[in-house]
């Protein structure tokens, strides 16, 4: 005998609701299709994409014309591989990096602006050297050369005539007339040390001409020729006008001086002491 199955017990408070309810509580609600059928647009093209591929499988062969292919793409090599593999661990290197590990630096500029001061220097300098190369040649006046190299005066003679008569007396000086003297050597052989300096700079002058220039790497020059500072302007004009005075300088002003000789030639008496030791 068939028996009814239980019927799940009802919510007292669910029902209560539902028997509480008047047509007015309820709400409008706009049913939302899920599945709507499709437009005219969608079943246009799907009609085309049946068309097409019904051409397609009802296509014969026959009607193709045998072409060679022509392979446009090319494997990679290993090194296209490799190079694209670095690549990639950079760009995932970066991606990944963690801005909190840099650390904060100042920026420090090692080729300042020129001072207005070296500016101005600079410009005077071209100003200058573009004055001497337009200067007009025709502007010089001719000026006569004046001779300063005069004949010397007696003084001058007399003392030329003794420095004569003393190198005379030295050609003809009789050489017997000399001591034997002992000779003390003032240049000792060198120490082993001085030879074993001597000896490793030798060497290094051999390394240094056998050295492989083919063993030198590429290094890109750095040029460090910063403008001069102030100080180096006023050094170099100062030398400048140092060379000047020396060029333009006046001998006339220069005072006549009488030249002592401090290397005379021995006295008579000398001579006879010397002669009396012997």
Do not use: W
């Amino acid at each position: 005998m068939a028996t009814k199955a239980a019927l799940p017990s009802a919510d007292p408070q669910l029902l209560g609701a539902i028997s509480k309810a008047t047509p007015e509580s309820l709400h409008h609600v706009q049913t939302d299709v899920k599945n709507p059928l499709p437009s005219k647009e969608v079943l246009a093209e799907e009609r085309l994409r049946y068309d097409h591929l019904s051409s397609i499988s009802s296509f014969t062969k026959v009607e193709l014309n045998p072409i060679q292919p022509n392979e446009k793409i090319i494997l990679p090599g290993p090194q296209t591989i490799a190079q694209e593999k670095t690549e990639q661990e950079l760009m995932s290197g970066i991606e990944g990096f963690d801005a909190g590990k840099l650390k904060p630096t100042e920026t420090q500029e090692k080729n300042p602006l020129p001072d207005p001061s070296a500016i101005t220097a600079e410009k005077a300098e071209r100003y200058r050297k573009q004055s001497i190369e337009d200067f007009n040649k025709k502007k010089l006046k001719r000026a006569n050369t004046e001779e300063k190299n005069t004949l010397p005066d007696a003084d001058a003679i007399e003392q030329e005539k003794r420095e004569c008569e003393m190198r005379h007396s030295i050609g003809d000086f009789n050489k017997s007339k000399l001591r034997h003297s002992q000779t003390e050597v003032k240049n000792p052989l060198p120490s082993t040390e001085a030879i074993n300096l001597e000896k490793q700079e030798v060497e290094k002058i051999q390394e240094i001409e056998g050295f492989k220039k083919d063993s030198l790497k590429h290094t890109e020059p750095t040029v460090k020729n910063v403008l001069p500072d102030q100080d180096t302007l006023d050094a170099e004009k100062k030398e400048q006008e140092l060379k000047d005075g020396v060029t333009n300088f006046n001998r006339n002003s220069l005072k006549k001086t009488t030249t002592e000789e401090k290397n005379a030639l021995p006295s008579s008496r000398d001579i006879a002491e010397e002669k009396a030791a012997k």
